[in-house]
Nanobody, 122 residues
Framework: QVQLVESGGGLVQAGGSLRLSCAASGSIFNVNYMGWYRQAPGKEREVVARISSRGSTYYGDSVKGRFTISRDNVKSTLYLQMNSLKPEDTAMYYC????????????????WGPGTKVTVSS
C-alpha cells in the first residue's frame, strides 16, 4: 500500500481559492486513476474530481468550472486547485489512488489518509 497525505486546506471566505496537495509515499506513475473526494458533516463521501494517467479528467457537477485536478507523476503528487469557493464546499477532502472495477465503478486502492479540512465562510 501507498500512504497518501493531504495538505493545503484551511479557512477561506466565499469566492476565495485554495490549492490542495496530496503526497504519496510511493510512486503514482503506474496508477492510471487518481481522485479527490470530500465528505461534509453528516453526508456521505463523494467524488470531487478524477484524473487518468493520460490527463483525462472528470469533475462532479457541483465543482465543474471551478476546480481543476492535476497530477505530477515525477513528484508523486496530486493537486486540486479550487477557485470561486462556496460555503457548500466545506468538507474534509481526501485523495485516493483508484482502481477500476469490471462494472465501471472506481474504488480506492489504499486506506484513506487523514484528509485536509476546507472551511468556506459566507
Amino acid at each position: 500500500q501507498v500512504q497518501l497525505v493531504e495538505s493545503g486546506g484551511g479557512l477561506v471566505q466565499a469566492g476565495g481559492s485554495l490549492r490542495l496537495s496530496c503526497a504519496a509515499s510511493g510512486s503514482i506513475f503506474n496508477v492510471n486513476y487518481m481522485g479527490w473526494y470530500r465528505q461534509a458533516p453528516g453526508k456521505e463521501r463523494e467524488v470531487v474530481a478524477r484524473i487518468s494517467s493520460r490527463g483525462s479528467t472528470y469533475y462532479g457537477d457541483s465543482v465543474k468550472g471551478r476546480f481543476t485536478i492535476s497530477r505530477d507523476n515525477v513528484k508523486s503528487t496530486l493537486y486540486l486547485q479550487m477557485n470561486s469557493l462556496k460555503p457548500e464546499d466545506t468538507a474534509m477532502y481526501y485523495c485516493a489512488r483508484l482502481g477500476l472495477s469490471h462494472d465501471g465503478s472506481y474504488f480506492p486502492l489504499d486506506s484513506w489518509g487523514p484528509g485536509t479540512k476546507v472551511t468556506v465562510s459566507s
